[in-house]
């Protein structure tokens, strides 16, 4: 059976982490990749296990060694994903996903023309606003940075193998499972 990276992507508050939570517990076979990142561990985190930590100079040597897959700057702080990390789990018989922003997506996919891009999208641009604003985490210039961002992004969508529309987080697993087991066929 093909090895490949599946790289899901999808606007703020859209639920693609409840997806892919989802599909990881009824395909346990399947292994989350790890990023790296710069900002600080927070409590119960684990270096190695919710990402790589690494100070700002060793990101930058990275970048400069040209070792990322794809990395972005966002709030001040580095992200990234390595491509010799992506490229040992592919090769110790593991298929991978990778959650990123769009951005990073595009990256990878000029990097690794066969990896596999999903996009999970929001019924509607209204409905991900409501649920924005109904979360009453956020004022209302974040909210407004998050809508435009989401914009952008539903613009790259177009550029995805794959959309599927988060309107039931039940259908959306399905979705996401045969997406990937028609990939792996």
Known sequence: MNKKLFVISGSSGVGK???IGGFLKRNPHFTLSISCTTR???PGEVDGVNYFFLS????KECID???????AEFAGNFYGTKQKYIMQ???DGKNLILEIDTQGAMQVKKKMPESVLIFIAPPSFEALEKRLRGRHTEDEATIQRRLDAVKKELERAESFDYQIINDDIENAIESLEYIIKKELA
């Open 17 to 19: 982490g409840t997806v």
């Open 56 to 59: 700002k100079e060793e990101f």
């Open 40 to 42: 600080q561990m927070r």
């Open 65 to 71: 060694g040209d070792k990322f897959l794809e990395w």
């Open 89 to 91: 789990c592919l090769e």
